[in-house]
């Protein structure tokens, strides 16, 4: 039998709740990018009919209060996304311990659950609650933020190279970024396609033959996540091209760009140094939650 919910901490926010939260993290974008855009991208799936994309809680319904949330996209391996505007984390961590709608069940989409991009203000509370509290296994991430203004991007002007061209990825490109990913999963690229459809991804063809070399995808977040490079096309500029033109993207439509790279991932932060981005203060960790 389906346990009953309807009492649980954490409340889910109607359509104009979102958007009154959505208008809160504006108010504090400079502080928290991520959240930010996040929210931005929870707004979108509802304009363009993707209403069982993601629910988003508050627990007591208390956002108003201090814009504390927490959002689950169960679909295709579940991923979290969560967020205080309370320094102590106190709500969320209660939530978690409280909750039963996250069993972290085995799921044949993928085996962990993930939980992206969570601030250091809360990542190392919620991984003492998860494994001492809750006894989840699991492993988490180091991920410094790297940020590139708009005013930079927005400067960008060398914008292309004689034998490739740059243009938003689509479908057709789907099964390729998802064999090259390293996190590939049997339903990844199910996730990959609602990613592109909600974010903002580029890549870069070949004249010769329209081959997609290289590529930048957003993740839920709506900000840069993964820069693939196909093996024998490496070196060429690919990468720094294609980011350019993500970047200048994202800035037309009012964002800065960010990213949060894997500390020690030295290849990645010496191609984002080089074209301005700025290793920020804010760590945040990649939590994944092992399925029982």
């Not at 709740?17 to 991520?34: G, I, M």
């Not at 959240?35 to 209403?51: D, E, R, W």
């Not at 102590?88 to 799921?107: C, H, N, V, W």
């Not at 839920?220 to 980011?243: D, F, H, N, P």
Request: proline share 3%; hydrophobic share 40%; aromatic share 12%.
């Amino acid at each position: 039998m389906t346990e009953r919910l309807d009492d649980d901490i954490l409340v889910p926010l109607n359509d104009k709740d979102l958007e009154e939260l959505a208008s809160l993290y504006t108010l504090h974008v400079e502080t928290f990018p991520l959240a930010h855009s996040f929210l931005q991208i929870c707004l979108k799936a509802k304009k363009v009919g993707l209403n069982d994309y993601v629910t988003v809680y508050s627990p007591w319904n208390c956002w108003r209060e201090d814009g504390t949330f927490i959002a689950s996209m169960p679909a295709y391996g579940h991923d979290i996304v969560l967020h205080s505007l309370d320094s102590s984390g106190k709500r969320l961590i209660e939530a978690f311990k409280q909750t039963k709608r996250f069993p972290f069940q085995k799921d044949s989409a993928r085996e962990y659950t993930l939980f992206f991009s969570v601030h250091e203000y809360f990542s190392l509370k919620l991984v003492d609650l998860l494994t001492n509290v809750l006894h989840h296994e699991l492993i988490y991430y180091e991920a410094p933020l790297w940020r590139l203004g708009k005013e930079q991007a927005l400067a960008f002007n060398d914008l292309s190279l004689s034998d490739v061209y740059v243009k938003p990825l689509n479908k057709q490109d789907i099964s390729i970024i998802d064999n090259a990913w390293p996190h590939r999963s049997p339903t990844s690229i199910n996730k990959h396609w609602q990613w592109i459809q909600l974010g903002t991804s580029f890549g870069v063809y070949l004249k010769s033959n329209d081959k997609l070399v290289s590529w930048v995808t957003s993740s839920c977040l709506g900000q840069m996540s993964a820069l693939q490079t196909l093996e024998q096309y490496k070196r060429k500029g690919y990468g720094s091209l294609v980011v350019k033109h993500m970047a200048k993207y994202l800035a037309t439509q009012g964002f800065d760009s960010c990213i949060s790279i894997i500390a020690g991932n030295v290849e990645s932060e010496g191609l984002y140094k080089k074209l301005g981005f700025k290793k920020t203060s804010s760590l945040y960790h990649f939590i994944r939650v092992f399925n029982k």
